[in-house]
């Protein structure tokens, strides 16, 4: 059992979001571990506190600890603590499933530092992730602990308090002070304990035994009677292997209590370190040994401090062991290659003690060392290093923190006194092979050499040579690692000459680190007439912020165990495009616990979900045409058992010919769902004909992977009699859940209730796939007769719900010379996986889109959703747009490239305008927002600024890039346009909102409580709002296409008018009364204190066939601007800042909507630069968890990043003049892609290369770097397309 098992507490949130090896960015860092210090030297300097994952912590490991969770720190019942409270206030919770990591977080760094620097903070962070925030506000909120200046004033001159302006979106002195003293103490009963004389500790468990030996004999007799049983320190390894690997140990040894692995003990050569001592530990012990000796002594240390810095994350090194990092042998180690360039040793121990050094013949095979099973590593010892000598750490990896590396390397050279040439090198790389390698023949080369130009050249081709990769090899990114191999060296290269006081060409500085306090983000004041009770406008904070922040907040999977309750673990396909030959439930019904298998000839109702038109089947009967496909499903009394039952589930298949996997094979075998659909105006062919130039290209973007924070969970309770069903589920359409649990069970709605407490982030991830997940789990619950709970684990998740659809986009543009478009034909091709969901919809959105900000006279647009053996893709968060526009700004970019000048304004939407389906608009708010966003930014300024910069740079080099947004509002289908609520008030004032809308992080219910307050003309305090239930709210929509204010809104206020309007007579018989008073008095005479509202929305439509129609309400306008330094060496980069202005209307609450900006912008930044989805050439998706696929993570925000809101926007179609905002920003994170392509430019402009060139999205550190051309990535040869089968698939 890991800790979340173990606990029952909520607050230990947490889906492990891994599928595979590796854990990094795991989301449920949600506890601190407090321990006595064990005897020995090392232990003395341990901190006592420290933060850990609970999934991968061993329950059993906890003997003697204190565990505190987010719980324990505070509550509402008693006190909340102030980082509960920080967090909540700088607006750092939206569906607040991280909150609680977040927090603890934050609280064990404070327990060991109560004043922290920024540094420690981000560091402290780094191993969390968010999927709302963006993260700024949970820095801001724990910047409030930290000395440095707190203030906006450290951005000088830029900072509008300056100007005047000072909206703050929290009170700075509206917080509860941190008191160190008022923490919880470590527990007298376990000191007491501690004291006792210690003893082995044994548990057993159904299936494992646990023993924790005390002394190092004890220990050594263990292993050698059991050699197999793994030693486990922080589990780190051991445990993602048991837990998703299915590996079984039966038995496990746990030597954390032995001494000897923990003692330090320092000679005149170096210091030997304990192997149980933890990665935080060594890193803290070398931080306070360098300072002690001369510089020259310590390289080692230093590198090895390097990289201890960025391997994992905090909460990892705080548990995983040295020994464990050195034994593990992972290929891509990062210590490894740093500790056999420096000549270190461990010594182990069996029967007999011996020193094995740390050289290429220690690391045998892909996880396997030299040593003999039975063997133990004692201690590493870690020599000094000696005068002459200079060692370096390098490392690139996907993500800058909480990422293992692509290539990790360590460099170690040694000089004579006064000499430049090289007496002895040593090299080796991580991540270019299953292990360690040395690249002994490279050092050969450069031995006795000296240290230049020269050397180095011929060096490159013998590396090139020696570290060769097939080009198929796994992990792929071939190329690139072997250019990184090269550039590295290059890197160490220029560091030596610096520290040898050479002639440096130039000194690479490391990007830059350092978070900025954000401006003061300009909102719209309300207007000082306005009463203290109404909330609108105000920046109110989300309304369940700090019952999130203290664990409280209810989520699906936190509601208690029903008696008799199963749980449902599904069955996938293995096979891409099969015949199920057959299905064999017997051996898994005969397993423990296990009480069913469903099938689809369970399904009493409809065995499929139709969506535009076509079925979909529940559960595949006879043929599978993705991996990941739904075939059956297991019930048993557990989790743990319907896992191993799902397990022991044999299907046979029998392949079908020729899967589609790619783009270009559906449209080869014209596979599509239909509709397809085309837009035009003017003419596009005449128009070529009178263009000055004429340009072709294409841009490929890859899909993106919700990744929200709780992966998909259900429980389905039969009330037991009448055929009735209690759903309880995250979605964001609980309508669609109730048609479908009705249809699929044969049943009539009434019969079906939809309960929606809060959703742990959706971004249209929870509608259809969820509706699918929902059926066959009540299915499972109407045949067994009992609550049924289906939480798909994250690579579960990842497989079987599918995402953002990966786009093709082909352009042909025609322009004048003056760089106005005169004609443009663009073709989008989506990658819709197996069924057809809702994807002829999306690409309908991504053709309505394709104009964005620009008048293109002759614009013609075709979009075609592709029918692949891919998991189905679904709605997510922009529905096409994000895919639509990249390629149309894309086209923008290749033609300003051609010419060598900007040409977006020249083509913009000027006066009155009407779009390319005839729809007439006033684009005035688009250009305020494009001059406010350049003058906030200061443009011009920086863009001359960045040319000087590149120009004294050759491996460096910045980007810039503005990019503007027209995004359309409410749903195109006309009848999805409406909404209701129910509002009741009672006797004692108190009033209960209902509505449509579901919370899913965006601040709908706080939005709502604001409206409720306004017109009831009471303070939001009286009003609550408990869930979104289908029998309180019938017929509802989705809480989709940024229309969940809107159109709930308008319900809210018409029901609460109606009510008001009721107390009317009331109100003037007793104008003196309170609110309560009226209620009360109302009751008496007998007015019903409940109404409805209801919202009839706009009639949008878009008739295809004359291409015309109004398929939107209004526009939402932005524009981005970022600016980005990238290292060309290793593609590397970082936004330097990102200003955003947004026309949101007058915003019904700033901090929400702001919220909404920068959390959409750090998803855009992750889907075009950073999130990649790697499928095999057989269907099967790979990054299937946090360590594969990579999110945004705090080292990927903007050091600086400013959001303004448009100043006097009026919108007379929307609640208060407000406008939709969940979905615009998103795209906005185009502006960093855009950026990266900028510098790149300026890269292969020192190459020589000219003019447009391709750049695919997301613009990763792989392909930046490979485009930089730069002479290290042109030396390697590129393999032939078609000549070798590539390890990943370009879908
Ligand atoms: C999320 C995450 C991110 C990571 N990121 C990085 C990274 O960026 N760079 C990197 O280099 N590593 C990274 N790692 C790997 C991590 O550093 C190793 O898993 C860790 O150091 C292993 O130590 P452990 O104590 O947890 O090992 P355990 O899982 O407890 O044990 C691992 C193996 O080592 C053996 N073992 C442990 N101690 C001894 C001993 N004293 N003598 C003999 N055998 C022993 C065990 O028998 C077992 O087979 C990451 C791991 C995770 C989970
Ligand atoms: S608030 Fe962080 S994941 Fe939702």
Redesign the pocket.
Known sequence: HGLKQGSGAPGLKGRCPTGFR?????THLNQMISSLPASGKLRDILRSHYSANAC?LPLCQLHGAAVTTVEGIGSTKTRIHPVQERIAKAHGSQCGFCTPGMVMSTYALLRNKPQPTMDDITEALAGNLCRCTGYRPIVEGCRTFCQEANCCQANGSLCPCLDGEKPQLFDKLDLLPLDPTQELIFPPELILMADTSPQTLTFHGERVSWVSPVSLEELIQLKAKHPKA???????????DMKFKGILHPLIIS?TRVKE?WLMCFLSAGVWVG??CS?SELHSVLKKLVPQFPEEKTEVFRALNRQLG????VQ?RN???????I??A?P????NPILAVGNCKVSVISRGRREVPLNQDFFVGFGKVI?QPE????SVFIPFSRKGEFVQALRH?PRKE????TVTAGMRVMFSESSRVVQDISIYYGGMGPTTVSAAKTCQAIIRRPWDDETLGQAYDILLEELALPPSAPGGKVEFRRSLTLSLLFKFYLEVLHKLKAMVPEKIQPLPREIQPVLPLLHQPVSKDQGNHDAVGRPMMHRSAISQATGEAVYCDDLPKIEGELFLVVVTSSRAHAKITGLDVSEALQLPGVVDVITTKDIPGKKVRTFCGYDEELLAESEVSCIGQMICAVVADTKAHAKRGAAAVKISYEDLPDPIFTIEEAVEKSSYFEPRRLLQRGDVTEAFKTVDKVYEGEIRIGGQEHFYMETQSMLVVPVGEEMEFNVYISTQWPTLIQDAVAETLNISSNRVTCHVKRVGGAFGGKVTRTSVLASITSVAAWKTNRAVRCVLERGEDMVITGGRHPTLGKYKVGFMNDGKIVAADIQFFANSGNTVDESPLVAEKMVLHMDNAYNIPNLRGRGAACKTNLPSNTAFRGFGVPQSLLIVENMINDVAMVLGCPIQEVNMYRGPSTTHYKFEFNPENLLRCWEEGKRRSDYSARRAAIEQFNQQNRWKKRGISIIPIKYGIAFSDGFLNQAAALVHIYKDGSVLVSHGGTEIGQGVHTKMQQVASRELHIPPSKIYISETSTNTVPNTCPSAASFGTDANGMAVKDACQILYQRLEPIRKKNPKGTWESWAKEAFMEKISLSATGFYKGPDLYLDWDKMEGQPYAYYTYGVSCSEVELDCLTGDYRTLRTDIVMDIGKSVNPSVDVGQIEGAFTQGLGLYTLEELKFSPFGLLYTRGP?QYKIPAVCDMPLQLNIYLLPDSENPYAIYSSKGIGEPALFLGSSVFFAIKDAVAAARSDSGLKGPFSLNSPATPERACLASASPFTQKVPASKPGSFKPWALDI
């Open positions: 590796y854990h990094p960015g795991s991968l793994p030693l486990v320190m922080g589990n780190t390894n051991i445990g993602p030597p692995l192997a149980g990665l960025n391997l994992g994350s990892i548990v995983a062991s040295l020994g464990g990092n034994v593990s992972y891509n180690s990062d210590l040593l063997e133990i590593v004692v990896a909480a990422s293992f590396a360590s």
